[in-house]
Structure formats: structure tokens, C-alpha cells
């Protein structure tokens, strides 16, 4: 078998900013106890006119390494990079195919996903556990979406790459979905601002979970989402959302 072509330069420094982003994440999501003590984040991001993903994952607690490593697969599974072989090690050698072949079906079937991210976070976590949709009712949270809560992603049967599909085609808001028994998976169209959202969510789940046991959580007063859809541009989009009701 031959060895796929070299990578582009402009592919390789895609390579390089998305692990120093990631690494980035990475220290924000930890120190801010949002991951999980598992340390599970796993991001796939759209290399542009090709049928590659760039795939990188933060290190394990238990690895002595904690170093962001890259691999670079088709979606059928052609390894072109594999950052975690060893020296001299041949490509034909690596078992990371899997992280192109994951999502591909979202990548494929949603031209506006430019990074699909999994990962486990403590609260969302138990969402997820519970098999119950994450409504959003934190106002930080609902200020960065129209979309008005979060599924869950519960029979395995259907591969969750098109499951997600069926979740944008439904609502081509949604940015994430819950993984029943699981974590979360959020996909949209920058690597960074998705990381951004999974702080924000996770912290909605903190304390959504906190006023459950105050009374249970209520929903948004009277002119809330006009404020908050305001704050960030999306109020011409979401007024059609509050006259419906």
C-alpha cells in the first residue's frame, strides 16, 4: 500500500494552530474544573476543500506526556498523520483511522460544521446520566444561541454522527447534544468558540442542577430573550421564536 502524499504547509500549520488552541482549551476547561477528573476532550476539525480531519485529544491524568498530539485522517480512515507513532514508526502502523471515520457523516451531511468536540463535563454529565434534554434557562447561556435546549442522544443503534444531522435538521441552531450515559457533543463552525460554549453550558447545568433543589428552575420572565438575543445580534432571527411563543 502506498503511503498517502505529504501534507501541504498550509495544511501542516492548520496542524499547529489547532493543537496550540487546543492546548489552550485544554488549561481553561481544567483549571476551571469543567472537564471531568478523565480528562476527555476530543475535538475533530474540518481541514477546508478536502475529505481530512485534523483530530487531537487532551492527554490522559495518568499520562506522563500531557503534551497535544495531532492526527490527520480521511473520512474513510486514511491516516496521512499520526503524531502519536513512535520515531520511525510507519503510518501503516497506526490505529487512529477512527477519529476521520467518527463524525464524518455530520461533516459530510453539515457544510457549515467546521469542528466537531466530545467531551465529559460534571454537569451536563448528569444530564446526560438522567436521559433529560438540557433546557436552556441561564440567561449567559441562552444569550449565545436561538436554540432553546440541548437533546439527548439515547439509542445507540443510529451512529451519533446522524443522529446530529437530524438534530440540525430539526433545529439548524442546536449546538450540542447530550450523550445519554455519557458526556456531550457540540459541533459548530470555529474550534474556539465551541470551547467557549461548553464552559458556558456546563456552568447553565451547574446551576440549573443548584435550583432544582431550591424549587425547581424557572423559565425566563417577560422580555429575557429580547435582552439577551439583543446583547449579541440575534434578536432580529429570535423575535419570530417569542411571538410563537
Do not use: C
Request: hydrophobic share 40%; charged share 20%.
Amino acid at each position: 500500500m502506498s503511503q498517502p502524499a505529504p501534507l501541504s504547509e498550509a495544511l501542516l500549520h492548520q496542524v499547529e494552530q489547532t493543537k496550540r488552541n487546543t492546548a489552550k482549551i485544554f488549561k481553561v476547561l481544567k483549571d476551571t474544573r469543567t472537564l471531568t477528573a478523565t480528562n476527555t476532550f476530543q475535538a475533530h476539525v474540518r481541514v477546508p476543500g478536502s475529505d481530512l480531519l485534523i483530530v487531537v485529544a487532551t492527554p490522559g491524568p495518568w499520562d506522563d506526556d500531557q503534551s497535544i498530539r495531532a492526527v490527520v485522517a480521511s473520512y474513510d480512515g486514511v491516516v496521512h498523520l499520526d503524531e502519536h507513532l513512535a520515531p520511525g514508526q510507519p503510518l501503516s502502523a497506526s490505529r487512529q483511522g477512527g477519529g476521520g471515520r467518527r463524525y464524518a457523516a455530520t461533516f459530510r451531511g453539515a457544510p457549515r460544521v467546521n469542528v466537531v468536540i466530545h467531551v465529559h463535563t460534571p454537569y451536563l454529565g448528569g444530564y446526560a446520566a438522567a436521559h433529560r434534554v438540557f433546557p436552556l434557562n441561564y440567561a449567559a447561556a441562552q444569550r449565545v444561541t436561538l436554540a432553546r435546549e440541548l437533546p439527548v442522544y439515547i439509542d445507540r443503534r443510529q451512529p451519533e454522527a446522524e443522529f446530529i444531522l437530524d438534530v440540525l435538521a430539526a433545529n439548524p441552531h442546536t449546538p450540542a447534544v447530550l450523550e445519554a450515559n455519557g458526556g456531550a457533543t457540540f459541533f459548530g463552525p470555529d474550534l474556539l468558540q465551541s470551547a467557549e460554549w461548553i464552559l458556558l453550558f456546563e456552568e447553565g447545568a451547574y446551576f440549573q442542577a443548584l435550583g432544582e433543589n431550591l424549587g425547581g428552575v424557572r423559565p425566563f420572565g417577560e422580555g429575557v430573550l429580547e435582552q439577551q438575543w439583543r446583547m449579541t445580534g440575534l434578536w432580529e432571527q429570535g423575535r419570530a421564536l417569542v411571538e410563537q411563543g
